[in-house]
């Protein structure tokens, strides 16, 4: 299921070749005309022949993408390619996209087994290159490092699709990208930042992410502080399984991360940074079990949190704010601190804060852990002002620790400074005082939470959260694609009336 708002979005980005009647000729992306296909054999394939006929194929990733024109398509040959290292290169000055796919009806396994790479080097890897689209491939073993690095070294990455691959059991992250108006769409990605496994690198926040954006180190591009990439929109894939974050996105805008199911992650299933003009909404995020709780050295233990903003110190002269994000119509089961704002104090700059956050419609369920919704109590004195933000129409409870009741709100001020709370259901009731707005306490009546699926967090007909929400203009549709009524029900679904 696809939100209308993300297709049209992105509609420009994601091209579907199909083939000709001549075999060797596919429509290309451009629309002006015919690419060619053009064939891979990574275990007898020969990158001195030309790659133009099946009987005659290359060996390697680099030789098709450095002869390939827009439009054409790559088909690798099927197999389990061992000991895997390449590298697509391709900076081409016109529109269309260069497609690699596995041949028809075969299956390719592009497999790091055997092959040595430290925790920066991926199997596959895209470098300096515009109009990638990747398709339909396994990638998987890199003990040490990933699985797809997307870099922008010496010409930034542009317009690059990753879609429908399978990538798990990597040391450090399954794709970490360096690009603008990337789609990764389902896509299937487990057993990601085994660095971690069994928490390897202790509470130090060194472990990385299944998806992430990575820092240029170069200043040159942060004009006037602005951000390199933007067009980000991660879509429908499953992450789980994962010693570090589910994905984090830094020093990134204009992005949306929508339909993902997102479970069993380390500290966050999501950690957005150093970024804004987001949007995130209709994602799933659980846990099924204790296995990958963060312990830290006081021996607080804890499942992931879910979603997670922070202004995090870096190298760069540019360090701006975090603002403009909006989370919606998301379902997060059994996490701690569904939502929940991280302050570095080795970051003490007047941007490291927030601004325009808006968490609506979200329904949260048996929490775990020491708040609801966290908000650091730390601060700089000197930070910009916060404002504009809005946490409204979400179902939340309180959370619960070593079988006691705990706080929905941490301590921070900026609740009732700040923040605009209202139309929310406090299922666990003792709402808190310093709330001024409009808020009810009771159960939602869910139909059947117990089986864990978005279906089963749907309120029932006489639910007390029927009808009692704001209505927020920005948002039409519920996570099941409902048109929202002017009288709006609390939580990610809308009750029909």
């Not at 133009?52 to 990733?61: G, L, W």
């Not at 504009?388 to 129409?393: G, L, T, V, Y």
Request: hydrophobic share 35%.
């Amino acid at each position: 299921m696809k939100s209308l708002n993300t297709v049209l979005l992105f509609l420009s980005l994601i091209f579907l070749s199909s083939c000709s009647k001549d075999s060797n000729l596919i429509v290309s992306s451009s629309g002006s005309g015919y690419g060619k296909a053009f064939y891979i054999d990574p275990l007898n394939g020969n990158d001195a022949n030309n790659g133009r006929e099946i009987s005659s194929p290359v060996k390697t990733f680099y030789k098709a993408g450095a002869f390939c024109s827009n439009g054409d398509t790559v088909y690798v040959k099927g197999g389990v390619y061992t000991a895997f290292r390449d590298v697509i290169a391709k900076t081409q000055t016109d529109l269309g996209y260069i497609y690699f796919r596995p041949y028809q009806g075969q299956t390719v396994t592009l497999d790091g087994i055997g092959g040595i790479f430290d925790e920066s080097e991926a199997i596959l890897t895209i470098k300096n290159s515009t109009y990638i689209d990747i398709s339909g491939f396994e990638i998987r073993n890199n003990a040490t490092g990933r699985g797809i690095n997307i870099l922008s070294e010496t010409k930034y990455c542009n317009l690059i699709n990753i879609t429908n691959c399978s990538i798990h059991d990597v040391g450090s992250g399954a794709i970490s990208l360096g690009a603008s108006n990337v789609l990764i769409q389902n896509c299937e990605i487990y057993n990601s930042c085994l660095n971690n496994k069994n928490r390897a690198l202790g509470d130090n926040g060194h472990w990385s992410a299944a998806i992430q954006t990575y820092f240029k180190y170069n200043p040159a591009p942060y004009v006037n502080g602005e951000f390199i990439w933007t067009g980000i929109n991660i879509t429908n894939n499953k992450i789980y399984n994962n010693w570090g974050e589910g994905l984090k996105i830094s020093r990134a805008g204009e992005y949306i991360i929508t339909y993902n199911k997102i479970y069993n992650c380390y500290n966050a299933s999501m950690i957005f940074d150093n970024s804004r003009n987001g949007t995130v909404f209709n994602n799933i995020i659980y846990t099924t079990g204790d296995d990958y709780n963060r312990i830290n050295p006081s021996g607080y233990n804890r499942p992931m949190q879910g979603v997670l903003l922070s202004n995090e110190k870096n190298s760069f002269f540019a360090n701006p704010m975090t603002e403009n994000i909006t989370v919606y119509n998301n379902l997060l089961i059994r996490t701690s601190a569904p939502f929940a704002w991280f302050y570095d104090v080795n970051n003490p700059i007047p941007s490291n804060t927030y601004f325009n956050i808006k968490i609506i419609y979200n329904t949260s369920y048996n929490t775990i852990g020491n708040e609801t919704f966290a908000l650091d109590v730390n601060f700089t004195p000197t930070r910009y002002t916060t404002n504009q933000n809005e946490f409204k129409n979400n179902i939340i409870y309180k959370p619960v620790y070593n079988s006691v009741n705990q706080n929905y709100f941490t301590a921070s001020n900026d609740y009732q400074q700040y923040w605009s709370i209202t139309n929310n259901c406090f299922v666990s009731g003792d709402i808190p005082s310093f709330i001024s707005g409009v808020n009810i306490t009771g159960n939602p009546s869910f139909v059947n939470p117990s089986a864990l699926t978005a279906d089963g967090f749907k309120i029932a007909n006489n639910s007390i959260c029927s009808g009692a929400g704001v209505s927020v203009t920005s948002v039409a549709l519920d996570y099941f694609l409902n048109l929202r009524n002017p009288s709006p029900s609390i939580g990610f679904y809308e009750l029909t009336r």
